[in-house]
């Protein structure tokens, strides 16, 4: 644990000026830091962000790196989306400058509990329901992370929270040294980043940071149905503190409820997380897609281990709809329905959406290529796609791997891939995106394509 007060004269160099450095930088000047901001952006990429720390006493260094400027310097930060291997900040480590990663550096700071929510797929969606059952409970959360809201604003804000729940990517878990979550929840583990990445591997090995730290006091959350997730529950690392298991398969209830969990039978999820076994119902739950059954029970013996109560809880269960831009209902034009799933920006994720539809479904797919292998969707694809659109820049990769498997069409635009989806439907048809790529090719962020999605598709007579 750090105090504040030591940030106060202290050299510090952000890198990076999206959203996180923006508030890491307003975070230090609040504590008397020095601060400088590097981008290799130039100023005029980087209007947005500059209006938003106008009058901010900060050094600015835009259209590229110096090593004098990396020199003079007690710190750097790294955005989460700033690579950690680029040659400028081995020379500064080279040369005595200790280099961090935001998370890692604001978490130093935090006294509260942490619950850290990672994997491929399913995390915000968990940090969601999380954050409602404690809500519902009457507890004081603060949520943030890779949900948006750096952790710094936290920090910043200093409004105290009693628990805090952090969606944690990858990236952020890169540069992990010290940080102890009181609890870890494991979604799952698939292919994904893999232009950040160069084999899954390094992908896994970054995820694998996060139990670095465990202990007697740390309860890990995890889903016996991934054979990834499963295996990283051997290291030993995670065997210092408690494990429990979530799983759908009902065969392993007898074995789940012995050592603590949460099982799916039927339409009933069953939870111990002590002496007795608990009941909740999802008779009347309202989302789309058992992979969300996961994120429930993960989400239920988070909560549960900071006071959640039972009736909160069902009541949330009770009226969860699911989140903006994963599976999302749209709306129904000609017998025809529309489902935006912007989120799914990887294979496992696409993977997840069809398992959702039974058939007569016209997916639209595509966006920045970052190289991963669609060949898992190629007996989705053919057993339930009737026609499948590519757009974008990985349009040609997915094409290669499993564009033979449905009628397929390569698309110049995206609002042309929307409007020849809706001519390519009939009566009982979905028209489902889920791009299974990130969308930085034609947009800011899943949500802007999300949103651009749905605008078109409510234009639809």
Request: hydrophobic residues 40%; aromatic residues 8%.
């Given at each position: 644990?750090?105090?504040?007060?030591?940030?106060?004269?202290?050299?510090?160099?952000?890198?990076?000026?999206?959203?996180?450095?923006?508030?890491?930088?307003?975070?230090?000047?609040?504590?008397?830091?020095?601060?400088?901001?590097?981008?290799?952006?130039?100023?005029?990429?980087?209007?947005?962000?500059?209006?938003?720390?106008?009058?901010?006493?900060?050094?600015?260094?835009?259209?590229?790196?110096?090593?004098?400027?990396?020199?003079?310097?007690?710190?750097?930060?790294?955005?989460?989306?700033?690579?950690p291997h680029l040659k400028?900040?081995?020379?500064?480590?080279?040369?005595?400058?200790?280099?961090?990663?935001?998370?890692?550096?604001?978490?130093?700071?935090?006294?509260?509990p942490v619950v850290a929510?990672?994997?491929?797929?399913?995390?915000?969606?968990?940090?969601?329901?999380?954050?409602?059952?404690?809500?519902?409970?009457?507890?004081?959360?603060?949520?943030?992370?890779?949900?948006?809201?750096?952790?710094?604003?936290?920090?910043?804000?200093?409004?105290?929270?009693?628990?805090?729940i952090c969606e944690v990517?990858?990236?952020?878990?890169?540069?992990?040294?010290?940080?102890?979550?009181?609890?870890?929840?494991?979604?799952?583990?698939?292919?994904?980043?893999?232009?950040?990445?160069?084999?899954?591997?390094?992908?896994?090995?970054?995820?694998?940071?996060?139990?670095?730290?465990?202990?007697?006091?740390?309860?890990?959350?995890?889903?016996?149905?991934?054979?990834?997730?499963?295996?990283?529950?051997?290291?030993?690392?995670?065997?210092?503190?408690?494990?429990?298991?979530?799983?759908?398969?009902?065969?392993?209830?007898?074995?789940?409820?012995?050592?603590?969990?949460?099982?799916?039978?039927?339409?009933?999820?069953?939870?111990?997380?002590?002496?007795?076994?608990?009941?909740?119902?999802?008779?009347?739950?309202?989302?789309?897609?058992?992979?969300?059954?996961?994120?429930?029970?993960?989400?239920?013996?988070?909560?549960?281990?900071?006071?959640?109560?039972?009736?909160?809880?069902?009541?949330?269960?009770?009226?969860?709809?699911?989140?903006?831009?994963?599976?999302?209902?749209?709306?129904?034009?000609?017998?025809?329905?529309?489902?935006?799933?912007?989120?799914?920006?990887?294979?496992?994720?696409?993977?997840?959406?069809?398992?959702?539809?039974?058939?007569?479904?016209?997916?639209?797919?595509?966006?920045?290529?970052?190289?991963?292998?669609?060949?898992?969707?190629?007996?989705?694809?053919?057993?339930?796609?009737?026609?499948?659109?590519?757009?974008?820049?990985?349009?040609?990769?997915?094409?290669?791997?499993?564009?033979?498997?449905?009628?397929?069409?390569?698309?110049?635009?995206?609002?042309?891939?929307?409007?020849?989806?809706?001519?390519?439907?009939?009566?009982?048809?979905?028209?489902?995106?889920?791009?299974?790529?990130?969308?930085?090719?034609?947009?800011?962020?899943?949500?802007?394509?999300?949103?651009?999605?749905?605008?078109?598709?409510?234009?639809?007579?």
């Amino acid at each position: 644990m750090h105090n504040l007060s030591e940030l106060s004269g202290k050299r510090i160099l952000v890198v990076g000026m999206a959203k996180t450095g923006v508030s890491m930088a307003r975070f230090l000047k609040k504590y008397g830091a020095i601060v400088t901001i590097s981008d290799h952006k130039s100023k005029a990429e980087l209007t947005s962000s500059l209006e938003k720390i106008e009058g901010l006493d900060v050094q600015l260094e835009l259209g590229g790196h110096t090593p004098k400027t990396f020199l003079n310097q007690d710190l750097i930060v790294l955005s989460p989306g700033v690579p950690p291997h680029l040659k400028i900040f081995d020379y500064a480590r080279s040369q005595g400058v200790k280099v961090t990663g935001e998370f890692e550096f604001c978490t130093k700071f935090i006294k509260e509990p942490v619950v850290a929510v990672t994997g491929t797929n399913g995390k915000t969606s968990t940090v969601t329901l999380i954050e409602m059952f404690l809500r519902e409970s009457g507890i004081k959360v603060w949520v943030g992370g890779n949900t948006g809201t750096p952790l710094s604003e936290y920090l910043t804000e200093n409004d105290p929270a009693q628990v805090l729940i952090c969606e944690v990517s990858s990236f952020m878990l890169e540069h992990l040294e010290g940080f102890t979550p009181k609890n870890i929840v494991f979604t799952n583990l698939a292919e994904n980043h893999l232009d950040r990445y160069r084999t899954m591997e390094e992908y896994v090995n970054a995820k694998r940071r996060i139990f670095l730290n465990t202990n007697q006091g740390t309860t890990s959350i995890l889903n016996a149905d991934d054979n990834a997730v499963v295996e990283l529950a051997r290291d030993p690392a995670v065997q210092r503190g408690r494990i429990f298991y979530f799983s759908r398969k009902p065969t392993l209830e007898p074995q789940i409820m012995n050592i603590g969990g949460a099982v799916n039978v039927k339409d009933q999820i069953r939870v111990r997380t002590g002496p007795e076994i608990e009941y909740y119902s999802l008779a009347n739950t309202k989302v789309r897609g058992k992979h969300m059954f996961e994120n429930i029970m993960a989400a239920i013996l988070a909560a549960r281990e900071h006071g959640a109560k039972h009736e909160a809880i069902q009541r949330v269960i009770d009226r969860f709809r699911g989140i903006p831009h994963r599976l999302e209902y749209v709306r129904r034009v000609g017998g025809v329905e529309f489902y935006n799933d912007s989120k799914a920006t990887n294979v496992h994720a696409v993977v997840r959406a069809l398992d959702s539809f039974d058939e007569n479904v016209i997916l639209i797919m595509g966006g920045k290529d970052t190289h991963l292998n669609y060949g898992p969707l190629k007996d989705r694809i053919q057993r339930k796609v009737k026609t499948l659109i590519l757009v974008g820049e990985a349009k040609e990769r997915i094409n290669r791997d499993v564009g033979d498997f449905a009628e397929t069409f390569l698309i110049g635009t995206f609002e042309e891939a929307v409007l020849i989806a809706y001519q390519k439907s009939r009566i009982g048809d979905i028209t489902l995106l889920s791009p299974g790529c990130s969308s930085f090719d034609m947009f800011d962020s899943y949500v802007e394509r999300g949103n651009y999605f749905k605008e078109i598709v409510n234009k639809f007579n």
